[in-house]
């Protein structure tokens, strides 16, 4: 929908009275150079010090000619009264010729040293005697304005694709599509693209910045030969137009005379009679909008109250142009958006957050959860090695991290967060697993196997890592999750934490993958021995936590070359009986049983050695862990 914007003077007071349109200005600052500009906003009864380096007030900078501080200005009732100071060494140019007091009028202009300051209207609030009166057209109406010269135009418009395709910084890309956007409607003087910054994004200094509402949007300007020549500053978009566009969602269009005080508050730019801004919707690009204006030599509108039919065509383009803008772009992030999840999300996951409502999907909500944390081991050891050659280092550590995520993903996980060279997979979310704790467990089993057997090869990237891996099973909040500047898909809970001590524990424990007591029930009872099998390892009470519970290890099969056969794990769970029960002269006898090779067995052993080999006076089988 499009909005036909009209100032009407209201000849005689009504029963409400309307207040006096009190016109908001800005003065701009033009050095010799391009790049020396400022500006400043001047609201009814500014008062302002004007400087080189002012105290408190306007700095100018650049140029030496100016005093330190130089200047009054005060802006009352639309006029800029200038005093120049007595202790300023240069004096102030007005039409031509020295003054030291003077009242500007909106479009006059006075000059110190090289520089020269220009009053432009910037805005106005509605007061007494004049009122807005808004013409509304659906969408399907704007949809017959007929554009002209179609031809040059669309061939104009078949660039867009490949404009957007262009590699580059988005400052380079806005740059150029406003270039494009000048180049389709010839009536234009000027246009603009503007960009709602999100945070963490960044555009070229040179590109204006316009503000309101507590954000802060970009415009990447391109003006005609003819304005740029003609005009002594540069175009700069009305940012009260483009605030109405943004609010409303709709295309807005205003023409207006030179008589017509009301057209201070949409152009900051003489000689131009006309400007629309069309906001793009599309998720995309929100905040984003074209901005196009010029100069009509005949004005019906003001006299008919209906605008030309050549600007409604260019009206027409310009929304056409931001159509295919927002479809382009908007395929492009949501295929962005498939590649990444992809990455972190199994086909299952992506088909049925596809096939759902993405926003239900997403809801934190509570749950039985299987938490799988894998570290990498040896990252340390090879950083210090590789000091002198760390893309290398980069390469096999991405690699690393890439056998760990493959994992997860391949068996229906979704990858929760990196922490460092470490990586936190879960299950349970958006649907449960059929097979429970299953998934992960097997999971973990590839990713050692995959370790393992680069270990055998020393030109392999992954040789001289090894990884530990906790599992954990309980309850827990997944979905989105995060601060409202910053939001992910995670879990939540102590599940969490269990997991991540459980890998850390790994290490003292000397094995590569421990599981907690319900993973180890359902091992036992649901996962074939030609895929897994676990044993207990004790129990623990883990530092920094409260309670207790029996810690389990997975292992491989059998089959697969284990130094462990089956009949070993037999002797090591009564090992442990033995130990708990306070026997530990049977326990060192049983272990005895057990391969050199055997590492789990060497925590017991120096448990009991450093106990002087007799359980404590309180013994209750309980190994309680003194440090992480």
Same mark, same amino acid.
């Given at each position: 929908m499009?909005?036909f ?10 029963s ?18 391009p790049?020396q500009?400022?500006r400043?906003s ?10 080189r380096?002012?105290?408190?007030g ?7 000619l100016i005093s330190r @501080?130089?200047?009054?200005?005060h802006f009352q ?8 100071l007595?202790t300023?060494?240069n ?6 010729v ?7 009028h909106i479009g006059e ?5 090289g520089t020269v300051?220009?009053?432009h209207?910037g805005?106005s609030t509605?007061s007494e005697?004049e ?6 057209f659906?969408?399907?109406e704007?949809?017959?304005f007929k ?7 669309l061939?104009v418009?078949s ?5 957007i395709?262009?590699e580059?910084t988005q400052?380079?890309f ?5 270039t ?6 010839p009536?234009?003087?000027a246009t603009?693209?503007?960009v709602?910054?999100e945070?963490g994004?960044?555009l ?7 503000n309101f ?12 030969e003819?304005?740029?020549h003609?005009q002594?500053i540069p175009?700069?978009?009305s ?7 943004? @609010? ?9 005379s030179e008589?017509?005080s009301s057209?201070i508050?949409?152009?900051l730019t003489g000689?131009l009679?006309?400007?629309?801004c ?6 995309a690009?929100?905040g ?6 010029g100069?009509?030599?005949g004005?019906a509108f003001?006299?008919t109250n ?6 409604l065509?260019?009206?027409?383009l310009?929304e056409?142009?931001?159509?295919i803008?927002g479809?382009?772009?908007?395929v492009?992030?949501?295929e ?8 972190y999300?199994?086909p ?8 759902k409502?993405?926003?239900e ?6 749950g ?6 894998c570290?990498l081991?040896g ?6 090695k @590789?000091?002198h050659?760390?893309?290398t280092?980069? @390469? ?12 997860i993903?391949?068996?229906e996980?979704?990858i ?13 979310w ?5 097979d429970?704790p299953l998934?992960a467990c097997?999971t973990?089993?590839?990713?050692h196997?995959?370790?393992t057997?680069?270990a055998?090869?020393?030109?392999a990237?992954?040789?001289g ?5 906790g599992?954990?099973?309980g ?8 601060t409202?500047d910053q ?6 809970g ?8 459980l ?5 003292q ?9 319900t ?5 036992r009872?649901?996962?074939?021995s030609d895929?897994g099998r676990?044993r207990?390892?004790?129990?623990i ?10 810690v389990?290890?997975?292992l ?9 056969p089956?009949a070993?794990l ?8 033995l ?7 049977e326990?060192l006898?049983?272990?005895d049983?057990?391969p050199?090779g055997?590492r789990?067995?060497?925590f017991?052993m120096?448990y009991?050695?450093?106990n002087n080999?007799?359980?404590p006076?309180?013994?209750d089988g309980?190994?309680?862990?003194q440090s992480?």
């Open positions: 499009v909005i914007c009209k100032r009407l003077q209201l000849l005689q007071c009504t409400k009275p309307y207040p006096r349109r009190r016109i908001m200005a800005e003065l701009f600052a033009q050095g010799p150079t790049d500009q400022s400043i001047l609201n009814p009864n500014t008062k302002v010090r004007l400087g380096a002012p105290q408190d306007w700095g100018i900078p650049w140029d030496d @501080e130089h200047a009054d200005i009732n639309d006029l800029l009264k200038v005093t120049c007595p300023a060494r004096p102030i140019r007005y039409q031509g020295e003054d030291s007091a003077f009242t500007l202009k006075f000059q110190i040293g300051f220009h009053l209207g805005g509605i005697n009122q807005v009166e808004f013409e509304s659906t969408t399907n704007i949809r017959n554009i002209h010269n179609p031809e040059k135009r061939d418009l660039k867009l694709p490949q404009l395709s262009l580059g400052a380079d806005v740059k150029n599509l406003s494009l956007l000048l180049q389709a409607i009536n234009a003087d603009a693209v503007i709602g910054l945070e994004d960044n070229a200094e040179s590109i204006l910045s316009i509402q507590d954000k802060e949007y970009r415009a990447s300007v391109a003006t005609s003819k304005f740029h003609k002594e175009f700069r978009p940012s009260r137009l483009i605030q109405t566009a943004l @609010e409303t969602g709709e295309s807005q269009l205003h023409e207006w008589e017509d057209s508050q949409y152009t000689d009679n006309w400007a629309f069309i906001p793009i919707q599309a998720e690009c929100k984003w909008c074209l901005y196009v204006s100069m009509n030599q004005n003001l006299e209906t605008p030309n039919e050549t600007l065509g260019d009206l027409r310009a056409l142009i931001g159509q803008l479809s382009i772009l908007q492009r992030l949501l962005e958006r498939q590649t990444r999840m992809n990455r999300f199994s299952k996951v992506v088909r049925t957050m596809s096939n409502r993405s926003e999907l997403l809801a934190p909500r509570e039985d959860i299987t938490v799988l944390f570290d081991r990252f340390s050891r090879h950083s210090e @590789e000091q050659n760390l893309f280092l980069l @390469e096999r550590v991405s690699q690393a991290l890439g056998v760990m995520t493959r994992g993903v391949q068996h996980g979704v929760a967060d990196f922490q460092g060279d470490a990586a936190l997979g879960f299950w349970g958006p649907i449960p697993p059929e429970g998934a097997r973990a089993l590839e990713i196997k995959e370790f057997t680069a055998q090869d020393e030109t990237r992954l040789a890592f090894r990884v530990g891996i599992i954990a099973h309850t827990a909040i997944t979905g989105r999750i995060g409202v939001e992910k898909v995670g879990v939540f102590p599940v969490v934490n269990l997991a991540a001590r890998e850390q524990m790994t290490k424990l000397r094995v590569p993958i421990l599981i907690d007591e993973v180890a029930e359902y091992v009872n649901h996962m074939s895929e676990c207990r390892l004790g129990r009470q883990p530092f920094g936590l409260a309670n207790s519970f029996i389990s290890e997975l491989p099969t059998e089959q697969s070359g284990s130094i462990l089956d070993h037999v002797d090591y769970e009564r090992a442990v009986d130990f708990q029960e306070g026997r530990w002269v326990t006898e049983m272990l049983r057990l050199v055997e789990a067995k060497d017991l120096i009991i050695a450093q080999y007799e359980p006076a309180n013994w309980v190994i309680t862990m992480k």
